[in-house]
Nanobody
Framework: QVQLVESGGGLVQTGGSLRLSCAASGRTVSSYAMGWFRQAPGKERVFVVAVTRSGGNTYYADSVKGRFTISRDNAKNTVYLQMSSLKPEDTAVYYC?????????????????????WGQGTQVTVSS
């Protein structure tokens, strides 16, 4: 089992950048496919980005392509979400998630029920 703790959220102006971290404990992140989801106020949680266990494939939501980048540092047992050119519509609670095994399709990576472990979330607020 793995425990996930997100950090790095905060308040940023439109056009700014933030880097979120997802620190894992219990097992190494290299054992999992990893993803980020977000939930805006009054809305359902939605997929943002995922990376396969090997790191060979990444999947991005159309709304963040070209602006967000997922990466993993196995030595630090941490997954990152680098966010740039932030917009007010990026305001949400961001959740890190882990899947035992890996993804073999982008469709599966988008689905919440494919993930086995979740962090508690970190708030990102983008002011206009």
């Amino acid at each position: 089992q793995v425990q996930l703790v997100e950090s790095g959220g905060g308040l940023v102006q439109t056009g700014g950048s933030l880097r979120l971290s997802c620190a894992a404990s219990g097992r190494t992140v290299s054992s999992y496919a990893m993803g980020w989801f977000r939930q805006a106020p009054g809305k359902e949680r939605v997929f943002v980005v995922a990376v396969t266990r090997s790191g060979g494939n990444t999947y991005y939501a159309d709304s963040v392509k070209g602006r967000f980048t997922i990466s993993r540092d196995n030595a630090k047992n941490t997954v990152y979400l680098q966010m740039s050119s932030l917009k007010p519509e990026d305001t949400a609670v961001y959740y890190c998630a882990a899947k035992d095994g890996t993804f073999y399709s982008a469709v599966l990576a988008h689905l919440e029920d494919q993930y086995d472990y979740w962090g508690q979330g970190t708030q990102v607020t983008v002011s206009s």
